[in-house]
């Protein structure tokens, strides 16, 4: 069962254990842990076990995808919408259409951007940069961040309303200090991979 995590400890064994009792439902789902502890694995094997996995698998990193540009990538844009438009472009929401979107690193999206994704997930709506018409969205949302969002939350730095539509059901992920008996698994694993 989800062979791409790795681990027989009891964290591991606990973790498969809740992506299957939620990988059926359509609830979205915050995935929170420490850089490097496999959150995008976790999301695409919930994709893998959900009622969508023949459809889209969407990831997006809102860290890597400056400002002026995630409302285009994530909704589409039409041609001369702004300057460097030439054509039409689909958006990421619209490719993920009755599929799952992966929103990674969530924590670092700007509040002016929190709050169209608020609308996108309270309303299942959004529109496209340059009209003014309102599409609908049929998707499962995850969400990833490495951040504490409570902090951000009380710093004025993350929306609050925004936290709870997205932390419906919440996965920590163990850093391995607490799996320590998996190293030798892991360490077996990437010799094999990289040998």
């Known amino acids: 069962l989800f062979p791409a995590l790795l681990g027989a400890s009891e964290p591991m064994q606990r973790l498969r254990r809740q992506i299957q009792h939620v990988a059926k439902t359509t609830a979205t789902i915050l995935i929170t842990g420490e850089s490097g502890t496999g959150k995008e694995l976790v999301a695409r094997a919930i994709h893998a076990a959900s009622l969508r996995k023949n459809k889209p698998f969407v990831p997006i990193d ?41 929103l990674d690193e969530i924590g670092d999206l700007s509040l002016t951007m929190q709050v169209k994704l608020l609308r996108l997930l309270q309303e299942g709506e959004y529109k496209v940069v340059g009209t003014g018409a309102i599409r609908k969205a049929d998707v499962r949302y995850l969400a990833a961040t490495n951040q504490h969002l409570p902090s951000k939350i009380r710093n004025g730095d993350f ?37």
């Open 62 to 102: 809102c860290s890597t995808i400056p400002e002026t540009l995630i409302e285009s990538e994530l909704f589409g844009h039409v041609r001369g919408a702004f300057t460097g438009a030439l054509k039409d472009k689909k958006g990421l929401v619209e490719e993920a259409n009755q599929g799952t979107l992966f």
């Open 159 to 195: 929306r609050e309303d925004l936290f709870y539509r997205l932390n419906v059901i919440q996965i920590h992920l163990p850093p391995l200090v607490e799996r320590k008996q998996d190293i030798p698994l892991l360490a077996h694993h990437f010799l094999q991979k990289y040998s």
